[in-house]
């Protein structure tokens, strides 16, 4: 059975009783100078965003733009959605847009309500509630506060989640809001699970997994659940370390999970012969913009360095290994 059958859709809730809607998105699009120089996530929510609106219904809509770890990061602006609310604008120029770039939930509450006439609102950096006004990192996004959650859900009759790249994470704005109202996931999140469920069960082979990510933890029941149904495991990212150290390789000053190291020798036994790691990697003294080594797996005089990137090597034994690839997961 495909992986999202069971999952609620756009369809299986009657738009027509919602007088607004809050939408988590994902956009979280890369800016320069103020300026969006790659709009394609905006672009992939429109579908939902005008099915929605179809409907009659209004849109409060929700997103992170990157991390936020400090007052600098809100009080520079350079993290604001007010941007992303401009395309939003000329995109949609027969909408009537509203940008809400204070936090307050009562200003937010106020703006919302008093604007009948405004298809979509955007609100402001879900992750601006991650620091508190005296500067403490208080995560009330990133660890779901319950609060935070339920005022968001309180400006809507319905929320839909159509922002797939978050939806592992348990946040207030896609977790948090979907305990208080009738939910269902978007067009978006319904076409990744179709073809994500289409590439784990089709039977074309050779198929492989390209997996990345600094943490070995986040991955194990990926990795124990599909390694069944896949030829090759490509890993590649900060997890790396975590299975070279598992293997007594040297790995230098780089990120390792070492009480999953265990853990990565139990998944080595098991799935060892599908399990492919890099050769070589491109190493340096600090996390930094700055020129590299490259050495090989094997080698132990880097003990001082950190790894931060797969060799050359590397990169062409993944090529070759994907060059005859039916399916790429």
């Known amino acids: 059975m495909p992986c999202y059958c069971n999952k609620r859709r756009l369809s299986d809730l009657d738009f027509s009783k919602f007088k607004r809607v809050v939408i988590r998105l994902d956009l979280n699009v890369p800016i320069q100078g103020g300026k969006i120089t790659d709009n394609n996530r905006i672009v992939k929510a429109l579908p939902t965003v005008n099915r929605i609106m179809e409907c009659g219904s209004q849109l409060v809509v929700l997103s992170h733009l990157s991390r936020i770890k400090s007052l600098d990061d ?110 269902a996931m978007g067009m978006l999140i319904e076409k990744e699970l179709r073809n994500l469920s289409d590439a784990v069960e089709s039977k074309a082979s050779p198929k492989f997994l390209i997996l990345g990510g600094s943490k070995v933890s986040d991955k194990i029941q990926l ?21 070279l150290k598992a293997m007594g390789k040297e790995v230098g000053k780089s990120i390792v999970e070492d009480e999953m190291i265990d853990q990565c020798k139990s998944m080595l036994r098991e799935h060892g012969s599908k399990i492919v790691l890099p050769v070589d990697h491109v190493v340096a003294p600090e996390f930094k913009d700055m020129a590299g080594k490259v050495v090989s797996v094997d080698d132990t005089s880097w003990k001082d360095m950190m790894a931060l990137d797969i060799g050359p090597a590397t990169a062409k034994l993944y090529c070759d290994l994907l060059s005859d690839s039916k399916v790429v997961i």
């Open 74 to 183: 809100i009080n520079s602006g350079k993290k604001s959605l007010k941007p992303i609310a401009d395309e939003f604008m000329r995109l949609l120029p027969d909408k009537k847009i509203m940008f809400i770039s204070d936090i307050a939930h009562e200003k937010v509450k106020a703006a919302v309500e008093g604007n009948p006439d405004v298809n979509i609102f955007i609100l402001e950096n879900t992750r601006y509630y991650d620091v508190d006004s005296s500067g403490s990192v208080v995560k009330q996004e990133s660890k779901n506060d319950p609060a935070l959650a339920k005022f968001w859900a309180s400006l809507g009759d319905a929320f839909v989640n159509d922002a797939f790249g978050t939806t592992h994470r348990k946040h207030a704005s896609n977790v948090g809001i979907a305990g208080f109202l009738p939910s």
């Open 223 to 243: 990795i124990n659940s599909i390694a069944p149904k896949v030829d090759k495991i490509l890993v590649g990212g900060g997890m790396v370390y975590t299975f």
